[in-house]
């Protein structure tokens, strides 16, 4: 074999190598992509739905069953409220009904003896009528007893003061024994599991539309950061901030008036987002590897965060054009 075809050989053998390792590098295009950019808007966590529990009845607290903070059920029993007066009427109406009904009784074997009489002649008719009247008006006042024994016994299961919904309790107003009138406010309940109640300054009303997807940061809690889904922006601003209800996934335990930082789009933009691993940093300055002409150099540029967002990526400012081939280093 002659020096020349040992060069081309050399030559081409070299070549594929350098093929190889192209073919078997990450290399990707960059692509200007649309990001919306975001700015914390303090917001105020309110609660998606509240209650109140109110005495219907003139009476005593007997029982209290609930406390600042605890969490109820539907139907759950809060306070029981006694009107004194109440048992008595019941005893007195018992009493009185069951001495109808011996009487009731009574009439109705009478009566039944005095009809087999008339039969036989041996009976007036006319006082047999007077019977049956008599029979018939003392039945009617049983049933007029019973419905307002009825009526009495409805009135003090009134007593019975039941959670209206599943919630937390926010405010207890009586204490166990304390004198209540009807109407008055016996605990405040507030709904948080799942839809809360957003209040934001009004000049950001034109960013919540229902639909929408928003993010929620609670400083008071570490940073967490929450997606929540904006399912109702209310027509009316309260105290100069408009108000949405928005569903969090996963739920949102936090405290009613409680600050939370909610991330709204300010605006979109055109950026060239690149994975954190195609970026690499040598003595305070960051590179990427540009394909220039059939091979790779390292490229500075420049970036907009020191750390990758959330996704991996970093948003790079200059040092790279749309179309570019970038390589991952090894």
């Known amino acids: 074999m002659g020096i020349t075809s040992l060069v081309t050989t050399v030559r081409i053998s070299v070549a594929s190598v350098v093929f190889a390792l192209q ?8 692509e200007e992509s649309v990001i919306v950019d975001f700015r914390p808007v303090v917001a105020r966590v309110e609660a998606g739905d509240t209650a109140t529990a109110r005495s219907r009845l003139q009476g005593v607290v007997t029982r209290l069953l609930v406390d600042e903070g605890s969490v109820v059920k539907t139907g759950d029993l809060v306070a ?34 005095a009809e087999a009489l008339e039969k036989q002649g041996f009976y007036p008719k006319a006082r047999l009528e007077g ?7 003392m039945q009617r006042s049983a049933v007029s007893a019973e419905a307002e024994r009825r009526a009495l016994a409805a009135r003090k299961a009134e007593g019975r003061i039941l959670a209206p919904a599943d919630a937390k309790v926010t405010s207890v107003k009586v204490v166990a024994g304390s004198v209540v009138s009807p109407g008055e406010v ?6 948080l599991e799942g839809v809360v109640r957003l209040s934001l300054p009004e000049r950001h009303a034109a960013e919540m539309n229902e639909g929408e997807t928003v993010t929620l940061r609670l400083p008071t809690r570490d ?9 109702k922006v209310y027509p009316e601003l309260r105290d100069g901030a408009v108000v949405a209800d928005a569903t969090v996934q996963g739920g949102l335990e936090a405290l009613v008036g409680e600050r939370v930082d909610v991330l ?12 954190a691993d195609f970026v690499s940093t040598r003595y305070g300055v960051d590179f990427i590897r540009v394909k220039v002409g059939d091979r790779f150099v390292d490229a500075p540029v420049a970036l907009s965060a020191p750390l990758p967002n959330d996704a991996g990526q970093y948003e790079v400012l200059s040092g790279l054009k749309s179309g570019d081939h970038i390589e991952k280093p090894e």
């Open 131 to 137: 019977e049956r009247t008599a029979l018939d008006v």
């Open 186 to 191: 016996i605990a405040h309940f507030a709904t």
């Open 223 to 231: 940073g967490e950061v929450r997606t929540a889904t904006i399912i």
């Open 23 to 30: 073919a078997s590098a990450q290399v990707m295009t960059v």
């Open 80 to 113: 029981l409220v006694t009107d004194a007066t109440l048992d008595p009427q019941l005893a007195a109406l018992d009493s009185r009904i069951t001495g109808m009904k011996s009487q009731i009784k009574q009439s109705q074997d009478d009566l039944a003896r």
């Open 264 to 275: 709204a789009p300010v605006g979109e933009r055109r950026a060239m987002l690149v994975p």
